[in-house]
């Protein structure tokens, strides 16, 4: 049966399960529920199963019963693991123990033991309507977005010219990534809608008791690039940021070049040095930046004025949502104080002031919010209108982390493992990556399966890794999907297998990931598990070329030099050779010093 929610309850909450479900299908949204939706000759787990990989939201009914049921806490593992959000109905006054600790302790309630239950009941219709009336599935919303930030160099793949079986090609980790703007009510977990919508029901009047305390944010998508369009501002998703670079499999030593025409193989380049934090920007203001004509406040409520903005930024009024979160904002209202910085930090709806969003990422920050926490301590990371200081990112991001932000997890793992700001360690790397893997965010899942890979940190283990790299892909990661058709090509937890490399290789290439159109061309040049064609190697190299792949732009000019697949041209070889070699590669290096 299609559905819209989940309702997980224990069997002897079942007649408010029941009555949730009737008032909830009256308003027109499809409930799975147990038994009732279970077919005949079907299994109770694989029917569970099935039902939450179909579901929009889960609705949890919350009791003393929910509290100590084995089931339930298997449907919220199942939901959480999948990152599908929870809205956590509490009908009776006892707080969550166990492993429901874990997992809901900080969420955000809908209180509903207080009569009657119809109230709210109809509070939780119009928290629904308002989720599902959105983009359709769970990753409608597309990836996490960065903040206008330069992207710095991605360190080269290096070839080799060793003739025969191919050396293993590098790996790629997680490319640079930057803070996603928290997601707005229309593409966020249902536990960011709630508290906005009835934020704005209780302003109006609205009688509902609401138990707020921070939540962990929703599992976050891959990030592949570092100057994206940002997506809307919102309630209280956390935000990252990191500079993650490429980091390979144990480093194999590079052949001499070539004297002869023979195809280049590709060897795995040794980790470089992560760019330093860029210098200051400029200084954050001591006052809170002007915007134009404020609406007078004295009778509009701070979720009124919030809502007004989400409204103009929904219709890209940029400058009409900026001029409302920030009457929300100079009430004090944490939510308004994020996203307000958000616009300054993305330009919209105003010059791109990175002070002015230091100012309000500092004020969010510090009255809880652990998206003004992580955002802050990105700008501190790169040095974008604050003084660069890593001491001070690592700081803010352990305070997001402290909060179950997946994202500051990973910052932080990505600070442990590239020594910034603190001394370079591994194991914290793998510890905090694989908080942040668990719950389902992207990059964190990909490079915890590099360092699994390449045994830092913790011992190699190429299924566990390989294990890793499948759960990124599934959420579109294309740096993963390049390192399982690695696996492939070398055999590496799984059968050598040409064509599967190159299936995977060809997803990541489409997606615009420079390493694996490297590899592709790599496997075009070779005739490995394909027909060699120097003209196809040619194509994906130039494309990756064009990226600043220092490998691809070393094999171009290897073709030019020997007249594979095009025309020999001695000008183009070394034009391509050079660049190369000016990007860091050691084999163009060589190859200039002997031509």
């Known amino acids: 049966m299609a559905h819209d929610v989940f309702i997980s309850h224990s069997s002897k909450d079942k007649p408010i399960a029941d009555a949730t479900c009737a008032v909830l299908e009256h308003h027109g949204i499809r409930c799975w529920i147990a038994p009732r939706d279970i077919l005949p000759g079907s299994t109770w787990g694989k029917s569970i199963v099935e039902a939450l990989v179909s579901a929009r939201v889960m609705v949890l009914i919350f009791s003393g019963h929910a509290n100590v049921s084995p089931q339930i ?15 956590p109905v509490r009908i009776e006054d006892v707080q969550p123990a166990g492993a429901l600790e874990y997992f ?10 207080s009569q009657p239950l119809e109230r709210h009941l109809e509070y939780l219709v119009e ?29 080269p793949v290096r070839p080799s010219v ?18 996603p703007p ?34 962990p944010e929703p599992p976050a998508r891959t990030l592949t690039a570092s100057n994206e369009t940002p997506r809307a501002p919102t309630s209280s998703a956390p935000a990252t940021a990191a500079t993650s670079k490429p980091v390979t499999p144990t480093p194999a030593a590079p052949a001499a070049p070539p004297a002869a025409p023979t195809a280049p193989t590709a060897a795995p380049a040794p980790p470089t040095a992560t760019p330093a934090p860029r210098p200051v920007t400029s200084a954050p203001p001591t006052t809170p930046p002007a915007v134009a004509s404020a609406p007078p406040t004295p009778s509009i409520s701070t979720a009124e004025a919030y809502r007004r903005g989400h409204e103009a930024y929904e219709r890209s009024d940029y400058g009409e949502a900026l001029r409302w ?93 590239h020594g910034l700001g603190t001394a370079q360690d ?22 915890l399966g590099v360092l699994l890979l390449n045994g830092r940190g913790v011992t190699r283990d190429y299924g566990e890794a390989m294990s890793w790299f499948r759960k990124a892909a599934d959420l579109d990661n294309a740096g993963a999907e390049n390192n399982i058709g690695f696996m492939y090509q070398n055999g590496w937890g799984v059968p050598r297998d040409f064509a599967q490399a190159m299936q995977w290789y060809r997803k990541a290439a489409d997606r615009g990931n420079a390493a694996a159109q490297y590899n592709l061309g790599f496997l075009y040049q070779n005739g490995l598990g394909i027909k060699r064609d120097y003209e196809e190697a040619m194509r994906w190299y130039q494309k990756a070329a064009a990226q600043g792949n220092a490998g691809a732009q070393y094999n171009i ?17 070394r034009h391509w050779i050079t660049e190369a070699a000016n990007n860091g590669d050691g084999n163009a290096r060589k190859w200039l010093a002997t031509h």
Request: aromatic share 10%.
């Open 104 to 113: 809901l302790g900080t969420s955000h309630w809908l209180d509903a033991f």
């Open 73 to 87: 806490e298997r449907e919220i593992e199942r939901a959480v693991s999948r990152g599908i959000p929870i809205i």
């Open 127 to 155: 928290v629904l309507q308002k989720i599902l009336s959105g983009p359709q599935g769970r990753d409608a919303a597309g990836p996490e977005q960065l903040p206008p930030v330069p992207k710095p160099a991605t360190p």
């Open 426 to 447: 591994y194991a914290e790397a793998v510890r905090w990556y694989r908080l942040a893997a668990n719950q389902g965010h992207s990059p964190a899942e990909n490079d």
């Open 325 to 417: 979160y920030r009457v929300a904002a100079d009430q004090g209202n944490p939510v308004a104080e994020h996203d307000l910085g958000l616009l300054y930090q993305n330009g919209l709806g105003t010059t791109r002031d990175y002070a002015a969003a230091a100012l309000w990422f500092r004020k969010a920050a510090e009255a809880g919010s652990a998206a003004g926490q992580n955002d802050l301590g990105f700008l501190f990371q790169h040095g974008l209108g604050v003084q660069a200081n890593l001491a001070e990112a690592m700081r803010w991001y352990r305070l997001a982390a402290d909060q179950q932000s997946a994202v500051a997890q990973y910052n932080l793992g990505f600070l442990y493992e």
């Open 162 to 179: 060793a003739p025969a079986t191919a050396p293993p090609l590098p790996v790629q980790a997680a490319t640079p990534t930057a803070s």
């Open 182 to 215: 928290a997601q707005r009510v229309s593409r966020a977990p249902l536990w960011i809608g709630a508290a906005v919508v009835l934020l704005v029901l209780a302003g109006a009047g609205g009688g509902a008791y609401w138990w707020l305390r921070p939540k």
């Open 557 to 573: 000019g290897y073709l030019y030099d020997n007249g594979l697949g095009v025309a020999k041209d001695s000008a183009q070889a």
